[in-house]
Nanobody, 125 residues
Framework: VQLQASGGGLAQAGGSLRLSCAAS????????VGWFRQAPGKEREFVAAIAWSDNRTKYAASVQGRFTVSRDKTRNTVFLQMNSLNSEDTGVYYC???????????????????WGQGTQVTVSS
């Protein structure tokens, strides 16, 4: 499966952005789709994930209550609604597909899943 992330840009602190991850190819019911991000000088980290088969989700503690991950199976697309943005949310955001539950793909690596190119999110304070 190939993934295309979009929707990044510049936002002010306290603002919102909505990212999209469009998949070409089949995502299976045994898959989960996740969002990860990488800030300058830091390692890539897990943000959120959703099971393709149902609405089970998982969030990093740092985004819980501010970000919402959802999916539209008819469009083969996963979304990440980001509200109450702060400067710590700045980074390149990637979407990825892995095998297993949302919790299972928290530690997904480029070697163990399918990854899209990133989309830049910059939050100005």
């Amino acid at each position: 499966v190939q993934l295309q992330a979009s929707g990044g840009g510049l936002a002010q602190a306290g603002g919102s952005l909505r990212l999209s991850c469009a998949a070409s190819g089949r995502i299976f019911s045994s898959n989960a789709v996740g969002w990860f991000r990488q800030a300058p000088g830091k390692e890539r980290e897990f943000v959120a994930a959703i099971a393709w088969s149902d609405n089970r989700t998982k969030y990093a503690a740092s985004v819980q209550g501010r970000f919402t991950v959802s999916r539209d199976k008819t469009r083969n697309t996963v979304f990440l609604q980001m509200n109450s943005l702060n400067s710590e949310d700045t980074g390149v955001y990637y979407c990825a597909v892995g095998f297993g539950s949302p919790a299972a793909i928290v530690s997904l690596t480029p070697r163990s899943g399918s990854w899209g190119q990133g989309t830049q999110v910059t939050v100005s304070s």
